[in-house]
């Protein structure tokens, strides 16, 4: 007689301060390249950023705003939409940097406090933590921080633990069917992600207005084998003259920083070299024009 076993899906946020090992973990945790998948307004309003399927069960991870150490304005504003983000995820994994971290701060553990699902701590660099005996007070004081689920040290550069934290995460997950065919790998073009990652360094390094005016159309995204490595050409769509000036900034030392952040990201996404060539224009209105609104691939999803 074959046991009764029950399938489980369910959405997973990886959470936590820049630099902790969200991308790399993610990369880790769902394979080689990431299944790129498009946002489904009727299960979820995050972007999802990749699907882990397992034999009777299929985590799907969702991206959230990163949080901000700057505070003031704009980290007030991402902390808001992270623990908006929050919002009908099974499970919420806070990544810590535990060769940094020397104890639980507030600013990381903000997007918990209103949150009454499961969550993990995911300590992560555990590689780099030495003498290994050093995890056992992180544990502790990070068990007292928060009432976790789990705490699991792990390294995603190595992958050590990461099986462990991936058997964790199903036991966590309601009894639910596939949320997407297994084969499913994409029904987005990547282009979509690229110009999302793209917009996020625009909002982060910027500041000010120009986030909102900004569109980004990617108009090449060419796979290259030898040496191997991923060829993108995008454009910034903004507003006007003056937003121009910002984006590219004093010698273009602004559109640089942008492409640079951009590609560091990419290359932990997609695992491979990123070459990123990055032009501004400016459109005027295109945010009434819904034309533009379609083919920047823009969707409003709240
Ligand atoms: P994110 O900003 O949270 O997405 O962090 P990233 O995934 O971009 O990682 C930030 C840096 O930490 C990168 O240089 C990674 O290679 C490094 N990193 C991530 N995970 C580990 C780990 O487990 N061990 C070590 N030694 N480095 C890691
Ligand atoms: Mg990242």
């Not at 902790?20 to 299944?35: D, F, H, M, P, Q």
């Not at 993108?232 to 000036?245: D, I």
Request: proline share 6%.
């Amino acid at each position: 007689m074959r046991p009764e076993t029950k399938f489980r899906a369910g959405f997973v946020a990886l959470i936590g301060l820049p630099n902790a090992g969200k991308s790399t973990l993610l990369n880790r945790l769902v394979g080689e390249k990431l299944a790129i998948v498009s946002p489904r307004p009727q299960t979820t309003r995050n972007r999802i950023t990749g699907v882990k399927n397992l034999p009777g069960a299929q985590i799907v991870f969702v991206d959230t705003p990163g949080l901000h150490p700057g505070g003031g304005k704009l980290g007030e504003f991402m902390a808001k939409t992270t623990e908006r983000a929050l919002e009908g995820v099974d499970l919420v994994c806070l990544v810590v940097d535990a060769a940094e971290a020397a104890a639980p701060d507030a600013l990381t553990l903000a997007p918990l406090a209103r949150f009454d699902g499961a969550a993990f701590c995911v300590l992560n660099k555990a590689d780099l933590v030495r003498p290994r005996a050093r995890m056992l007070p992180l544990i502790e004081a990070w068990r007292r921080a928060h009432p976790f689920r789990e705490i699991v040290p792990v390294s995603a550069l190595d992958g050590s633990n990461c099986d462990r934290l991936l058997a964790l995460t199903v036991g966590v997950l309601p009894e639910h069917p596939a949320y997407f065919p297994e084969d499913a790998a994409t029904d987005q073009p990547e282009t979509f992600w690229v110009a999302e990652v793209i917009r996020e360094k625009i909002f982060l390094l910027t500041r000010a207005e120009v986030p909102y005016a900004a569109a980004v159309r990617v108009t090449e995204l060419t796979e290259r084998e030898r040496p191997r490595c991923l060829y993108l050409r995008a454009t910034v769509f903004v507003e006007a003259e003056s937003q121009k000036g910002i984006v590219i900034g004093k010698g273009g030392a602004m559109l640089k920083r942008i492409g640079t952040a951009a590609r560091r990201d990419l290359e932990a996404f997609f695992g491979v070299k990123v070459f990123l060539e990055l032009r501004v224009d400016v459109r005027r209105r295109w945010r009434r024009d819904d034309r533009a609104l379609r083919e920047f691939g823009f969707r409003l999803t709240s």
